[in-house]
T-cell receptor, first 114, second 114 residues
């Protein structure tokens, strides 16, 4: 099955700085890479995703980059704000389920210091 | 529009007791999933369903059973609870298979097994 590794496990930045979270995946056939944000006491929520036919996608202050050759993708948050503090998960399609489900990384706890 | 609703939100069980977690979605989604979340381990897939009357095993299915008798409901059962099943359980649903599109999560059910 798919193996997704995520780093770092915790990240602390000053408000206004940038934050970068990186993930690697193992299945070269994977073609869809979403990022989810989980606020305290809530379920994860999709914030951005990228498909393998593009190398970068932006949505205001967040962006995702994909390197299919190296099998890694990254989440970039610019001009961080306190409300960006949360746990972030990367994911990739799980081949053992016929890509009907996602395999998630272990999560990154981002803390933005005011 | 409630989205994905999980009940109960909290439950404490003694070892050997049984219980059922209920997940209900009002988005007419075909696909439904049960994940468990443990510290440092991200979200791990327990079981999933690709439509009414179907179920399939995920990464960590042992000790759990599921049923999807109605399209809008996905039940997760623990027949004989063990302390290793102490976790936060998340239900999710999607219109298309999760390997291609957005997952919508419930707010979680925190289960403690003593």
């Amino acid at each position: 099955g798919e193996n997704v590794e995520q780093h770092p496990s915790t990240l602390s930045v000053q408000e206004g700085d940038s934050a970068v979270i990186k993930c690697t995946y193992s299945d070269s056939a994977s073609n869809y890479f979403p990022w989810y944000k989980q606020e305290l006491g809530k379920g994860p929520q999709l914030i951005i995703d990228i498909r393998s036919n593009v190398g970068e996608k932006k949505d205001q202050r967040i962006a995702v980059t994909l390197n299919k050759t190296a099998k890694h993708f990254s989440l970039h948050i610019t001009e961080t704000q306190p409300e960006d503090s949360a746990v972030y998960f990367c994911a990739a399609p799980e081949g053992d389920t016929g890509r009907r489900a996602l395999t998630f990384g272990s999560g990154t706890r981002l803390q933005v210091q005011p | 529009n409630a989205g994905v609703t999980q009940t109960p939100k909290f439950r404490v069980l003694k070892t050997g007791q049984s219980m059922t977690l209920l997940c209900a979605q009002d988005m007419n989604h075909e696909y439904m999933y049960w994940y468990r979340q443990d510290p440092g381990m991200g979200l791990r897939l327990i079981h999933y369903s690709v439509g009414e009357g179907t179920t399939a095993k995920g990464e960590v299915p042992d000790g759990y059973n599921v049923s999807r008798l109605k399209k809008q409901n996905f039940l997760l059962g623990l027949e004989s609870a063990a302390p290793s099943q102490t976790s936060v359980y998340f239900c999710a649903s999607s219109y298309n298979r999760a390997g291609t599109g957005e997952l919508f999560f419930g707010e979680g059910s925190r289960l403690t097994v003593l």
